[in-house]
């Protein structure tokens, strides 16, 4: 072999030495590059704070529709599930949450199966409805406080006055009503009932009724805003006790997903603590999704201060405990009512309408247990 053969043979070997070279640091950087994209692939995203195998259990699930049935008002069961969904709470459990506020049958929705939560005023209307429905769950009670109220011109200084008046009521009088009417000794014959369907509380100070069945966060406090006489009775002035708002639940899905539900309940509880705290920024935030959802003119932020003003303190004074916590001892007073009141037959038994034991694990020392990175 010659000298130049010699060179041209090194000088191949060289070649091929880089370039088996390069095909191997190509490799390197693919397989690389696919471990990379697959880790990532792996990876949740940032804002969620479950494990994966959690996550893909709530995703699972699927979608779950929330019914509204008082559209955007500040009160505890509705403005918490609006105001998880816009600050990330949901998404923070890997929850799909759709919310329908258009104020439907929520009851008959949840029962169904064609939503799955949906917020009641009271445990009295968990309990009428539960003679028509065996598919709903209740799994929070957002205060002892009932939300009732009758309030009255001035002209009426106690219940009894109403006798040879006009009282009137919305869809019912309320079992809780009835039973104050019946505390203060009045006799129902002597009055005369009209269903209203003007929420204007003025036709009282106006003297179009002498008295109405209400909500003592609304129409009350609208009267007071406006510096009207007027006159207001509550349970507790008659030694009764009820609740404040209830969230129910289909009872299949709870049974099927109840990690989830949990979950639902613990992202809302999470918001509802925001409003506690956040008051002001709370108000803004629901008054805001209301305008921006074309019901600005039926929940004015003023109006809604006001409500959460009071409805806050409910919450907070509740005698079960931390918010959302319910027992079946303290639904007992209100059992009755809706028996001797509202005209309920042999009713359920409460541990059939009612989960005492979810929202109460979702607490530790009465702080709500947040998952974290």
């Not at 406080?145 to 200084?157: D, G, L, M, Q, W």
């Not at 039973?179 to 006799?187: E, I, P, R, S």
């Not at 803004?284 to 003003?309: C, E, H, V, Y």
Request: aromatic fraction near 8%; charged fraction near 20%.
């Amino acid at each position: 072999m010659t000298r130049e053969d010699s060179l041209s043979h090194n000088s191949t070997l060289v070649g091929r030495s880089r370039l088996l070279a390069s095909c191997a640091a190509l490799a390197l950087t693919v397989a690389g590059f696919a471990i990379s994209t697959a880790q990532a692939a792996d990876e949740l995203p940032e804002h969620v704070l479950l494990s994966k195998d959690e996550c893909e259990r709530n995703k699972a699930a699927g979608t779950i529709t929330y019914i509204s049935g008082y559209g955007y008002s500040a009160s505890a069961g509705q403005l918490d599930v609006f105001l998880a969904k816009e600050l990330g709470y949901f998404d923070a459990l890997c929850l799909t949450v759709d919310i329908n506020a258009a104020g439907g049958n929520g009851q008959l929705l949840v029962s169904s199966g064609q939503a799955q939560f949906t917020a009641l005023g009271s445990a009295s209307d968990v309990m009428l409805a539960a003679a028509n429905s065996r598919n709903l769950t209740a799994v929070a009670t957002y205060g002892s406080t009932s939300p009732f109220s009758i309030f009255t011109n001035e002209a009426v200084k106690s219940l009894k006055d109403l006798e040879g008046k006009r009282l009137g009521y919305f869809i019912n009088i309320t079992p809780i009503a009835a039973a104050m009417l019946d505390a203060a000794g009045v006799d129902m014959s002597k009055v005369e009932l009209i269903k209203m369907t003007n929420y204007d509380p003025t036709v009282v100070t106006r003297g179009q009724v002498d008295a109405i069945v209400g909500y003592a966060s609304n129409q009350p406090q609208t009267l007071k805003a406006m510096g009207l006489p007027f006159n207001q009775f509550l349970p507790a002035d008659f030694g009764l006790q009820g609740t404040y708002n209830v969230m129910e639940v289909n009872s299949k899905f709870l049974s099927e997903h109840r990690e989830v539900v949990a979950d639902f309940m613990r992202a809302s509880l999470k918001a509802l603590e925001f409003c506690l705290a956040e008051e002001e920024n709370c108000v803004d935030m629901i008054s805001k999704l209301a305008a921006d959802n074309n019901q600005g003119s039926a929940f004015p932020r003023d109006q809604q201060a006001r409500t959460w003003g009071v409805e806050s303190e409910w919450v907070r004074t509740s005698q079960y405990g931390a918010p959302g916590v319910q027992t079946i001892a303290e639904w007992e007073p209100e059992y009755q009512m809706v028996q001797t009141f509202g005209g309920l037959k042999n009713p359920p038994p409460l541990a059939s309408m009612m989960d005492p034991d979810l929202v109460a694990s979702l607490y530790a020392d009465g702080k709500l247990i947040w998952p974290t990175k």
